[in-house]
């Protein structure tokens, strides 16, 4: 805009502005602040803000006791390993849609996406039982599996429209340069593809670590990521508000940043690419 | 080095034809501009020459191979895009460099190469910047240096002076043709400015939906125009056109007299008619007359003629300039 | 553009993606659609038979089936209100200039990346819990008798929390939608003489219209799965009175072991979100063209 905006409005838009931010963002605030607090200081009434006895004793004891760590390398291989095998599979299919279209393209693509919006609830029991018998049940490998299957659509329509943005003739230019085909991919199109590529993962990985149905289901102790993990909170056993805080603390902080930074990706990646 | 022949080629894409069937010689150094208006299939010609489209039937010869089937990398041309598509993550000296990396080139060689085209193109100080930080006019320079490093058999141009604005595409087209005086490689350039045509070409092919109208120098082409399509296009302002009773005089269906070649006078002449628009132009005065019998007419006058919207004038066509054509549009 | 030499190569690159999304989407539904005929109780393995649509008729006529139908259509309804009204109501003002915008920004986006679980127990026992949580502590304060939230009004409790998750994302979509507002429009209403709320209405609206149907729509198909915040909250209770479709059939096949009754339901909550799909998918389908 042009136009100065006056100091008056911009104070009460800033005050506004603040006072929502700060309203929905205080769930969150209040449970890294309670992370800090002893269990006792967590129930306390009145509740203390900012001025309590900080202590990091909550995130050494949720390190230490309950395989925190094995949970939080689960989420990590769910996810990170969902990600590339589905990256690995979407990125030559998402290539030969954008450059080598046919008529039927499009309808394969809506397609794709169509198989994402089948509510999981319809194949929970032939799923579950065949995990059941195939030994996949509490595996990560049956969970990558799985959430490679229900993110590939995204990933390669992500991809799909990545790669449409790449300017035909820059390609031409490379064939024209002499290029053959690998080469054109390796030197011309992956450099400007990845991007593009780099953001599909972030989304995915974002997407694949707070998947909350098939990780509550398919898994038990081995497999469980910190999404099962945390649920197993779930069931009160007292006393136990710090510890909750530190451990969820944990489990969202990655993500949390993670997800700051793609902001214009997720716009594009989860309206399908309706809006942009 | 450098001769093309397009032998009876014709480009469909399914029902759509593009191009019927054409065809077309292309001689060893020389500067060939196809030319005509949008949708005349002259960059599906020149992508069909490149490779980038495949012919539905017909032969390309490039310097006596035949080349219809090879792919573009192997049929050693190079092409300046109307986008430039340079490329946007490599630097210029990796974007002029990259055809000899591709051709398997020693490193020396390609500095070598590399630093001569850059010098031939002033680009010099250049070469370590991305495309993104460079102007269009430097840009344009750098998608010629990448094809130059090649040593083509020909260059192919795809409306590359179009991007730029007019002060610069008049600047780019003398280097152009410089480059052409001085590398003496076969030039094939596409365009739909006939301006840039008459200036930069030896030979003009004229195109109109895929047919060739004519082939010739620029001033055949001006001065002897096979039908009423060439006569129109060649030539700015356009050619005046005049059916009925006054072409009938000179026993044709139409005539064409140019603007350039009409007398006036404010006293008297063969057509009489009132100005509609007077555009001042300084060295030349265009005036649009509508005359009675004979219609709107163009005429260029030189820019101290005072005449102005209302006036009444005469306008006489030059006797050896008046282009007379058939029923069918062709040149009598 | 692709030559002769690319073609062969493109469809030897799409298989793979295809035939596993091909397979992924026919073998389990084909063996719902089996399962849903079929009397079959994991308790009582090797005594299936085959029913008929004895299944569905009890799914559909259990008075739970009515109410998770009801609460599922409230669920998805309510979240859709609240994040849309809430959603256009924080896009503008995100899109105003104001010091820290962008650091409020980050905070209102915030809560999507949460994962559900974590969510819904923070709000379960930070917030909402009746002797612990905040709200029961500013109840106190202001001498009223705290609110046992998920005990005494579940759904709406639930409904609270899933919105807090979606706010974002609709506040998100519509602000990317509302920056792609030509200026120039916007200054040509002036020209014309509207005011705020003329220009709200007459040419805001209208450019959001799209990007609010594509929220709607979105939101519909993954809020029809909403699982984890009623698992970890109510258990889908008290009864049912916050259970869905989703969580229903969940209890039937892994808590009743009833694979024949909850693939029937399965099939349903199928039916339900297709009929969305059909809507989402033309629409993307017509933005495919652009």
Redesign the interface.
């Known amino acids: 805009?042009a136009r100065a905006?006056s100091t008056r409005r911009?104070t009460i838009?800033?005050l506004?502005?603040?006072t929502?931010?700060?309203l929905?963002?205080f769930?969150?605030l209040?449970?890294v602040l309670?992370s800090f607090k002893t269990e006792g200081e967590?129930?306390a009434?009145?509740?203390s803000f900012l001025f309590f006895d900080w202590t990091s004793e909550n995130y050494a004891e949720v390190q230490t006791r309950s395989d925190y760590g094995r949970h939080v390398m689960n989420s990590v291989v769910i996810a990170f390993g969902s990600t590339f095998l589905g990256l690995l599979?979407?990125i030559?299919?998402a290539?030969?849609?954008a450059?080598?279209?046919t008529k039927r393209t499009?309808d394969?693509?809506?397609w794709?996406?169509?198989?994402k919006?089948?509510?999981?609830?319809?194949?929970?029991?032939?799923?579950?039982?065949?995990f059941r018998d195939l030994g996949l049940l509490d595996t990560r490998s049956g969970l990558v599996v799985v959430m490679t299957?229900i993110n590939?659509?995204i990933i390669?329509w992500m991809l799909y429209t990545y790669f449409k943005e790449i300017p035909?003739d820059i390609l031409?230019a490379a064939r024209m340069d002499g290029a053959s085909?690998a080469k054109e991919i390796v030197h011309v199109l992956t450099p400007m593809a990845i991007p593009g590529i780099a953001s599909t993962l972030l989304l995915n990985i974002?997407m694949a670590?707070?998947e909350?149905?098939w990780t509550?289901?398919l898994t038990a102790a081995k497999a469980a990521p910190?999404?099962?993990f945390?649920?197993s909170?779930?069931s009160p056993e007292g006393l136990f508000?710090a510890k909750?805080?530190a451990a969820?603390t944990m489990?969202?902080a990655p993500?949390?940043i993670?997800?700051?930074f793609s902001?214009?990706q997720?716009?594009r990646g989860?309206?399908?690419?309706?809006?942009? | 080095m450098g001769s093309i022949t397009l032998k009876d080629v014709n480009k469909s894409f399914g029902d759509v034809t593009i191009i019927p069937k054409l065809s077309l010689q292309i001689d060893e150094g020389e500067f060939v501009v196809f030319v005509g208006p949008s949708g005349c299939g002259k960059s599906t010609l020149l992508r069909l020459i490149a490779?980038?489209?495949?012919v539905t039937s017909g032969e390309i010869t490039i310097d006596g191979r035949d080349a219809t089937d090879l792919?573009p990398a192997k049929r050693r041309l190079s092409m300046v895009f109307q986008s430039y598509a340079l490329y946007p993550h490599m630097s210029v000296r990796g974007n002029i460099a990259f055809p000899l990396k591709m051709a398997g080139e020693d490193k020396a060689v390609i500095e070598k190469k590399v630093a001569e085209a850059a010098r031939v193109l002033n680009l010099t100080s250049y070469l370590d910047r991305k495309p993104r930080q460079l102007s269009g006019g430097q840009r344009q320079r750098v998608a010629i240096g990448r094809a130059i490093v090649r040593q083509p058999t020909a260059f192919l141009f795809d409306e590359p002076l179009s991007n730029l604005d007019a002060a610069l595409r008049v600047n780019m087209r003398l280097e152009i043709s410089e480059l052409h005086q001085q590398l003496k490689t076969t030039m094939i350039y596409v365009t739909h400015d006939q301006v840039e045509a008459m200036t930069m070409a030896d030979k003009i092919v004229v195109l109109n939906a895929g047919h060739i109208e004519q082939v010739g120098s620029p001033l055949e082409l001006y001065r002897n125009p096979k039908n009423r399509f060439v006569a129109g296009f060649i030539g700015s302002p356009k050619m005046n056109f005049v059916e009925g009773a006054e072409a009938k005089k000179h026993g044709a269906a139409a005539i064409g007299v140019r603007p350039e070649h009409m007398n006036l006078s404010t006293a008297s002449g063969a057509w009489s008619g009132t100005v509609t628009v007077a555009e001042h132009l300084g060295s030349d005065t265009f005036l649009h007359v509508q005359a009675e019998g004979i219609g709107l007419v163009t005429a260029r006058a030189s820019g101290e003629f005072g005449v102005h919207h209302g006036d009444r004038v005469f306008l006489t066509p030059e006797p050896g300039k008046i282009h007379r054509f058939d029923a069918d549009g062709r040149a009598l | 553009?692709?030559?002769?030499?690319?073609?062969s190569?493109?469809?030897l690159?799409?298989a793979?993606?295809?035939i596993?999304?091909l397979a992924?989407?026919i073998?389990?539904?084909t063996?719902?659609l089996y399962?849903s005929v079929l009397r079959y109780n994991l308790l009582m393995p090797g005594l299936e038979e085959y029913v008929g649509f004895l299944n569905y008729r009890y799914f559909l006529t259990d008075p739970a089936f009515l109410t998770a139908l009801a609460n599922t259509l409230l669920l998805v309804g309510g979240v859709i209100v609240i994040t849309i009204l809430g959603g256009i109501a924080?896009a503008l003002?995100?899109d105003?200039?104001?010091?820290?915008?962008g650091?409020?920004?980050?905070?209102?986006?915030?809560?999507?990346?949460?994962?559900?679980?974590?969510?819904?127990?923070?709000?379960?026992?930070?917030?909402m819990h009746p002797?612990?949580g905040?709200f029961a502590?500013i109840a106190?304060?202001l001498g009223l008798q705290p609110y046992d939230f998920l005990a005494q009004a579940p759904l709406a409790s639930i409904i609270a929390i899933v919105s807090?998750q979606w706010?974002?994302?609709a506040t998100?979509?519509l602000l990317?939608?509302l920056q792609?507002l030509d200026?120039e429009q916007k200054e040509a209403a002036e020209m014309d003489g509207a005011g705020f709320v003329s220009k709200f209405i007459w040419i805001v609206l209208p450019h959001l219209a799209?990007?609010i149907t594509?929220?709607i729509l979105?939101e519909t198909?993954f809020l029809?799965?909403v699982?984890?915040e009623i698992?970890?909250?109510t258990n889908g209770g008290p009864g049912y009175a916050s259970t869905n479709?989703?969580y229903l059939?969940?209890a039937q096949?892994?808590l009743q072991f009833d694979?024949g009754g909850?693939?029937a339901?399965?099939?349903i909550?199928?039916v339900?979100?297709?009929i969305?799909?059909f809507f989402?998918?033309r629409?993307?389908?017509k933005?495919?063209e652009g």
């Open positions: 805009m905006v911009k838009l800033t506004v502005g603040w929502v931010g700060f929905i963002f769930p969150i209040w449970t309670t967590a129930i009434s009145p509740p599979i979407a030559p299919a290539w030969s849609m450059f080598a279209p499009k394969v693509l809506m794709m996406l169509s198989t919006m089948l509510p999981p609830v319809g194949v929970l029991v032939p799923i579950y039982l065949m299957l590939l659509p390669v035909g031409e085909l974002i670590w707070n909350a149905f509550l289901n910190l999404t099962a945390i649920a909170y779930s508000y909750l805080s969820s489990a969202i993500i949390l993670i997800g700051w902001q214009k997720l716009v989860l309206t399908f690419g309706a809006v942009k | 490779g980038l489209e495949d792919p | 553009m692709a030559t002769l030499h690319t073609r190569a493109a469809r690159m799409s793979p993606a295809i596993l999304l992924w989407m073998v389990p539904l063996m719902t399962f924080l003002l995100l105003q200039p104001f010091f820290g915008q650091i409020v920004r980050l905070l209102v986006i915030a809560p999507f990346f949460v994962m559900p679980t974590v969510s819904a127990l923070v709000w379960k026992n930070m917030l002797v612990n905040l502590w106190k304060s807090w706010l974002p994302f998100l979509i990317t939608a792609s200026e799209r990007a594509v929220v979105i198909i029809l799965s699982f984890a698992l970890v909250t479709i989703t059939v969940y096949a892994l694979v909850a693939s339901g399965g099939i909550a199928v339900l979100a297709n969305v799909a989402l998918i629409l993307i389908g933005n495919l």
